[in-house]
């Protein structure tokens, strides 16, 4: 496939996984944590305890997703470009900035920076991995 064609389709691929990562994000949100399990890490650091939380719920499924568009879009990348697998993750930085800034203003910055921006750079680093990774590979 040509760029611009694959761009296309990791833009689609990439529309879908924003509205995806709602649904999934609503579902890890849905999840209950026994306070036994949290109650050694929570004693230490509350904000460190629910971001762990936070990573296995949600980063971890979104990062998933991710993995397979990435996948889609490497198997009809065939100049090995990394533009396509960053085009991927835009929509999804795009609508999650906007639900940031619209969200207005939190009781506590700290503690929902703190809980919520762990999410966002695993999934940060493993789409720039997944993209150094694919573009690596021509050279070998």
Do not use: E
């Amino acid at each position: 496939m040509d760029r611009v064609k694959i761009t296309v389709l990791a833009t689609l691929l990439g529309v879908l996984y924003a509205y995806l990562s709602v649904y999934i994000i609503s579902i890890g949100a849905a999840i209950a944590v026994p306070a036994n399990i949290l109650a050694p890490i929570a004693k230490v650091s509350p904000i460190f305890a629910f971001a762990l939380v936070d990573i296995i719920t949600t980063a971890l499924p979104l990062i998933m997703v991710y993995f397979l568009f990435a996948f889609i879009v490497k198997y009809f990348n065939s100049n090995k470009h990394y533009l396509p697998f960053l085009v991927l993750l835009a929509p999804f930085c795009l609508q999650h900035i906007l639900f940031f800034v619209d969200m207005g203003q939190p009781q506590s910055w700290l503690y929902t920076l703190g809980t919520t921006l762990p999410r966002y750079i695993a999934i940060m680093f493993f789409a720039v991995y997944v993209a150094k990774k694919a573009t690596n590979q021509t050279n070998t």
